[in-house]
Structures are given as C-alpha cells and as structure tokens.
Nanobody, 123 residues
Framework: QVQLVESGGGLVQAGDSLRLSCAAS????????MGWFRQAPGKEREFVAR????????DYADFVKGRFTISRDNAKNTMYLQMNTLKPEDTAVYYC????????????????WGQGTQVTVSS
C-alpha cells in the first residue's frame, strides 16, 4: 500500500502558474508509475498526465500539452506537476495516484489515490 499526499493547490488568475506536489510513502518500491487526474464540479474524473517511475516516460492529455509538465524525484518519492498558462477550465480538484502494474497505469485503474488538492483559476 502506498500513501499519497498532494499539495500546492490554490487560487490563481488565468495565465498564472502553479506547481503541485505528491509525496508518496509506504510500499513505494512496488510502484510502476504515477499520474495526475482531476475532477471539476459536475464532471467525471479525467486523466491529466502520467510518468513511469523507473524510466520517467511521460504522457499527457491533449488539453494540457505544452502547458503542464510532469516530473518525479525518485530519491524523495515525490511527483510534481508544473502547471503553466492556467485557464479557468483547469479549475478542479487534482489527485495524484500510483499504479503497481502497467495495465492499471494505462487504464487509469490505479491502486492508490491521494485526497486531492483544489486548483481554482479565475478569469
């Protein structure tokens, strides 16, 4: 079991930047990869970005390509999401998650989830 804690959310204006962090603890050695998801009011949870833990390979949702950057620090067991040029439609609760298997990593059925951090972008 991996425990995840997000931080770094807040209230910003359109065009601003935020950096989210996700600290992992517990059985981190079993992690294949980690990802960021978000859920806006009245909408379903959606994929934002993901990264494999060993190789650092990344994937992004189309709506954040060129604006968001995912990274990880294996020694610190921490994942980051640098969010630039934020838009009002980015407003959501952002969740980090960890997957132990490739299939779960790809499908979004991750094993562990954080509590989420609120990101609010005003116009």
């Amino acid at each position: 079991q991996v425990q995840l804690v997000e931080s770094g959310g807040g209230l910003v204006q359109a065009g601003d930047s935020l950096r989210l962090s996700c600290a992992a603890s517990g059985r981190t050695s079993s992690t294949y990869g980690m990802g960021w998801f978000r859920q806006a009011p009245g909408k379903e949870r959606e994929f934002v970005a993901r990264i494999t833990w060993v190789s650092g390979n990344t994937d992004y949702a189309d709506f954040v390509k060129g604006r968001f950057t995912i990274s990880r620090d294996n020694a610190k067991n921490t994942m980051y999401l640098q969010m630039n040029t934020l838009k009002p439609e980015d407003t959501a609760v952002y969740y980090c998650a960890a997957a132990t298997q490739l299939l779960r990593y790809i499908s979004g059925a991750y094993d562990s989830w954080g509590q989420g951090t609120q990101v609010t972008v005003s116009s």
